[in-house]
């Protein structure tokens, strides 16, 4: 492949941040992406930033939480087409049982709560969904590929 026609591919990190049998969800307001949809707690990996680093640093910037690289556990992988990017998705689980998280980015989440696995809320974005599906409950990593035509 000649690097002219090759395609920058962003790299981004998702949360499945669990208490009991339900999962910490923000409704998305004023960023231009997916507005009004519910969503996982995600951003961008940095360039120099490792994906556990890019997690540790979203959990604080969105929900005010402090976590230790151990209290990550990579669960699963995403390569997702989105027009006009191409994003290489790390999925984290966090248990959330002894923390309160608190929307720290009010200009860009209208809330943030925890919604049970067998009742979200809409609308969301199908690879949300299916991320949340894929994640809960654990078995393991799993990778997949999701809004490609092959």
């Not at 009742?119 to 690879?127: I, N, V």
């Not at 078995?139 to 997949?144: A, F, Q």
Request: proline content about 5%.
């Amino acid at each position: 492949m000649n690097d002219k026609n090759r395609k920058k591919t962003r790299v981004a990190v998702y949360l499945i941040g669990t208490r009991g049998n339900s999962v910490l969800l923000g409704k998305r307001q004023n960023t231009g992406h997916m507005d009004g949809c519910w969503s996982l707690v995600a951003g961008h990996v940095a360039e120099g930033e490792s994906s556990s680093k890019a997690m540790i640093r979203e959990l604080e910037e969105e929900c005010g939480l402090k976590v230790e690289p151990n209290d990550l556990v990579l669960i699963g992988s995403m390569h997702h087409k989105s027009p006009p990017y191409d994003y290489m998705n790390f999925i984290f689980h966090v248990d959330l049982t002894n923390h309160e998280p608190q929307n720290r980015e009010a200009h860009k989440c209208e809330v943030l709560k925890f919604h049970s696995i067998e009742s979200l809320p809409g609308p969301m974005e199908p690879y949300i969904k299916e991320i949340i599906q894929r994640s809960v409950p654990q078995n393991g990593i799993w990778i997949s590929e999701y809004g490609w035509d092959n």
